[in-house]
């Protein structure tokens, strides 16, 4: 029989089949083309994109010229705009508010076909440096809310880029997911006193089937009630709820951690499937709003890593009931076992 499986976090319910399909069973489209020659954020061409925001360079290299490791950019089509006033008001019973916010690409190696994860360890390892830079300087900015670090890898609907890279969106709202999580968070932490995240690591390793990486500060697994075949989480095991308070030592083992299981999906797939990565932390707290004051202990920052297999149905977008043809076990096993 398919089981129905609460996620605790969420408080949403998802559907697990019972005859979990092996990763072979999914089609991965071809691997676009690179439009290498076009590609303006390859290294050399840094006179054709907007001035760099923040990079990681070698010893002795000038901002907007070749040498770089790593560079953020404001995007070249914001969705959010850094100057100006929010403008909050309302109009009859609807709400608005002018889009400030920030609007950045993470360019992730200087070369157009090597990802972070080929290039090794020590290039990942600047690429969350980058994130981390990045996300301390936004959160100064009071008018900001939160701040979203993510990836759409081969999503082909209007992409521009086939350049490796990650978008920074800084909003001055809480995106909706992001306060769902926050306040079954939060409602967890009252009834128990615990953090649900913290809870929900140590389930995984005592039960240990959907664990697919421990490290020495990361722990790496298949969710309960995952929303998508093959999802897995990336979860320090220190409790923290900010990200940009990773220390050095973590930085180090996360990109470890983010090159092992990066490389393992390309592998069991044997290509490289769309995918997109989201890290959840805190949102900035603003000094005048205190709902928020538990976070600290209720919150905990995480990297959901989501290989976008199949398209969902009807069903599933009508009504929020996602269904996972590959149970988290299954997901995990092939996951651990691969390379
Ligand atoms: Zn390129
Ligand atoms: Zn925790
Ligand atoms: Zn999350």
Known sequence: MHELRKDILLGRWIEVLSESRAPSEYE?????????????????REGETPLEV????????????????????????????????????GIGIYDRMNSIGANEIIIESPEHAIKPEDRGIEQMVRVITLY????????????????????????????TFTHPLSYLIATPVIPKKIKEELENAKQYYDYKERCIF????????????????????????CPYAA?????????????????????????????????????KVRKLFHAEPPLNYFLHTAPNRVPRRNQWHTLGD????????????????????????????TSPEHSAKHLREVG
């Open 28 to 44: 991965i489209s071809e691997n676009k083309k690179l439009a290498e020659e076009r590609c303006i954020l390859c290294e050399g």
């Open 54 to 89: 923040a990079s990681i360079r070698r010893p002795g290299t000038q901002p907007n010229t070749p040498g770089w490791w790593v560079r953020a950019i404001p995007n070249f089509k914001p969705m959010f705009q850094v100057e100006g006033e929010l403008g909050r008001r």
């Open 132 to 159: 981390r830079d990045r996300m301390v300087d936004l959160i100064k900015d009071i008018r900001l809310r939160y701040v979203l670090i993510h990836k759409n890898s081969r999503l082909d609907f209007g992409e």
């Open 198 to 221: 913290c809870d929900i690591m140590r389930e995984e390793l005592r039960v240990g089937d959907r664990v697919i990486l421990e490290t020495k500060h990361f722990v790496s697994f």
């Open 227 to 263: 929303s998508y075949p093959f999802e897995s989480w990336i979860i320090p095991k220190r409790h923290s709820c900010d990200f940009h308070e990773i220390t050095a030592g973590e930085i180090e083992d996360m990109g470890f951690i983010m090159v092992s299981v990066l490389k």
């Open 298 to 325: 209720d919150f905990h920052w995480h990297l959901e890593i989501v290989p976008r297999l199949m398209r969902r149905s009807g069903f599933e977008l009508g009504s929020g009931l996602f269904i996972l043809p």
